[in-house]
């Protein structure tokens, strides 16, 4: 038997609307926690590490160093680690092709929701 569904859902934003308006435009807004200073990226309006829901708004440079990443047929994508970040995240890689382990975040591509990160090619990790 083969069923297909269509799911139609909103979420929405709230107090994330910030992270979200940065995501964008390709910027990085993390939430720190101002108990513990606990950097989340993505964002969370509650602390992982101490539960805290008081927190403010960090502006990190988009820089991500991969942890792991998987290339599939027509997709891949890697488990990061935003610099000045406390937190891992997953991301789209835009031009899988590379194969360094560093690259920046980029505005969503088209409708394709989530984090999507375009890795920097040879020269530019022998410049860092
Ligand atoms: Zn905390």
Redesign the pocket.
Known sequence: MKYQMTLDYTIPFGDLAPYFEALQEGKALASE?I????VAFPARTN?G????NDIKWKTLTGTAQIQFRTDGGNDSFALVKFDGADTSSTVGLLNPNQKTTIGTLVAPCGDAPGLWLELANEHEKERR
């Open positions: 926690c108990k513990c200073g606990y602390c590490a101490c539960g805290g």
